[in-house]
């Protein structure tokens, strides 16, 4: 009776500590809030609201645009806005002063022409491949196989990694005197220049990323698959569809909406890429492996510091994604139709 | 007793606390090749014993990242240190700070360096201002492995002749190589400093007396392909060139590791070698190689540059001019093993036991006047840092295959000419 007696006061004590917190709270939002509402009506309060937020998207977002804006219409190595000399539409026709817009080497800016194409082969190469990867995945972990669990672990850890460490791990593995080059020497073979050729420095690039970010969307498409009805293969079994039919024809439909975001989202991702790239291979050999956001970074932050140009790429870039992501909404929205 | 003790033991307590409340606090970016940065920390930390008012925060960065790239943008955005030590001091020109006024005695200050070293410093337009000090002077040029050589039994052919071409040199560290089994003949460091003595001593002239520089020459495009070769034959680390994209990055591990027989550095690795190869092989520093061009190596050295966006210019002048002193500077250079830009140093010697850091700074003392006047008036030009980056990434570029020499040195001309003309030159 005692220790029962004892539980309900220590509960009643907390309930009470609980209600003040809250009440103080409350309270103190309360004493806030009142005032400004009695100052600018209570139908203008959302805007209130919304106000920390947009403090946050106007300097970190929308201030750093305007800014970029204006520099791409400024010339010089000057640093602050205000010492810049405006030079009208100079950068971009620097940027797109070209003999042939295909051959980098006919364009006075080539390697940024090299990062652009470099970027367009990434995206396809890479998002076609983390795509199906991830798919493949998540139609194996779908599956009741032992130790589940811990196999959609083990896939998603390397998201969890930074990608700087992830960089660096495989450039010790792929390096000259790396893990695999010993073990390639040590079963007989000759060391393969793996940081150094063009060709295997792209594959590893490529092969890095998707090894990075496929658990990410191997977690996505998952749930996609999970929120399929199993009443659907059911049936389609009971009409005699093998596997390969269920597929093509149940599975892939329903989850399109689901690829679909993956596809943005990779692509987006993919355009960016700069972190992975910039530690493991700092766009080499030569500029193999330059993409845009690397160029962007070098051309404005190495010497001779042309942020001018720096930020016209940046526009360049930006006018680009929003192209593409306006083309996979539309197609997004198309397909729901259908 | 006790009690006054006490009481005595607790205003010294609140004395030091106070005193440590007022020190001005000043920011010193610093790097390291290999023990100056334990050195400068000893002898500030004397300083600052001397001085209670001044704390001087030593804050260590990586050559490459910390200053390369990131102090050249700290110090453009306003936020530089109160000092950093940096090389490429013409690129930042116009922030650092006139220490004229703060010093106790400007015109003896001045008298230590070289007049055009203090004169390089300068902005434009400025013709007396003292701006920081050189805390060495550095030489390119190349170390052997001797150890190889004599397991090689091959004649280290400076050993012979006073004039070795770098053919010559690559030929005998090549047969070294494959006698010993050793990974590679030759490495260089990814750095445009780095090539330009080699590309002068093959009679490039990069640069002319009127300060207008031309890629296209004999000499360059004989280097280049010399540079090349050694890739394509497999004569030296190409992790080092192609494996690094767009950043400098030292081949020295190869070396430290007995992994290559001709190593092109410079004096500042003297120290670096002499406290970490220890007797695993003999080492030595050789005079640079002969061409067309001479027998030059690069000219550099590290200096200690005060910012105008310090708030302490006051304190960091008389951290300066302590720095400066000839005591200080002599001890700072013989536990360093650097070669001093001091022209006022008493007499002293080196701190090592080791005959061939010993050696090794003989060498390189007697290259100082073999350097041709070219190489000085690059490494004194305004631009060389831009023009170094692209010599460095269009030549990688060549190696790879995705420029012919000819595309590569037009894309270098290209590159500089750019590099000015943004800069309003």
Known sequence: MAEGGGIRGEYRVRRTLG??????????????????????????????????NLLVFVIFILIPMILNFSYAFTGGQQFFLADRTPVGGDNFAHLFDCGNFLDPNTCREDTFWIAMFNTVWFVVLQVG??????????LVLNQKVKARAFFRSVFFYPVLLSPVVVALIWRWILQNDGLLNALIVAFGGERLPFLVSVGWTRFWVVFISVWSQMGFYTLILLAGLQSIPTELYEASSIDGANRWQAFRRITLPLLMPTMLVVLVLSVIRAVQS???????????????????????????????NQYGLAAAASLVLASILLILTLIQLRVGRQSELA | MRKLSLVLLLLAALVMSVAAQDAVELRMVWYNDGNEGEVVRDLLDRFEADNPDIKVVIETVGYSDGILQQLPLQVQAGEAPDLARLTQFAQLRDYYLDLTPYLSDAETFASYFPAPLLAAFRPDGDETGIYGIPTQLTVTGPYINR???????????????????????VDAAQAVAEATGTDYAVAIDRSGHRIAGPMISSGATIIDSEGTVTIDSEGFRAFAEELKRWH???????????????????????????????????????GNFDANIGDAFDWEAVPNPSGPGGSTGMPGGATLMAFASTEHPAEVARVMEYLASPEVYAEFTARTLFIPGHLALPEFEYVTESESAAAALNVFVAEVP???????????????????????????QYMIGELSLDDAIARIQQDIDEAIAAAGG
């Open chain 2, 147 to 169: 150890t190889l050589f004599e397991q090689a039994g091959v004649e280290v052919p400076s050993d012979t002749s006073d004039a070795v071409t770098w053919r010559e040199w």
């Open chain 2, 232 to 270: 394509d034959e497999g004569l030296t680390p190409t992790d080092v060139w192609l494996g690094s994209g767009g950043n400098y990055a030292p081949a020295t591990n190869y070396f430290l590791n007995g992994q290559v027989v001709l190593y092109m550095a410079g004096s500042w690795q003297i």
């Open chain 1, 274 to 304: 700069f972190d992975i790239v910039y530690a493991f291979s700092n766009g080499g050999p030569g500029t193999a492996t330059t993409f845009m956001v690397q160029y962007i970074f070098n051309t404005a932050f190495m010497p001779p």
């Open chain 2, 370 to 396: 073999k350097l041709a006047d070219q190489a000085w008036a690059l490494q004194l030009y305004a631009h060389f840092t831009p023009l170094a980056n692209s010599m460095r990434d269009r030549l990688t």
């Open chain 1, 129 to 138: 491949a983390l795509v199906v990867v991830s798919l493949g995945t998540a």
């Open chain 1, 19 to 52: 209600d003040v917190v809250f009440n103080s709270v409350v309270d103190f939002f309360d004493g806030l809030f009142r005032p400004i509402q009695a100052l600018i009506g209570s139908k203008r309060m959302p805007y209130v609201f919304v106000l920390p």
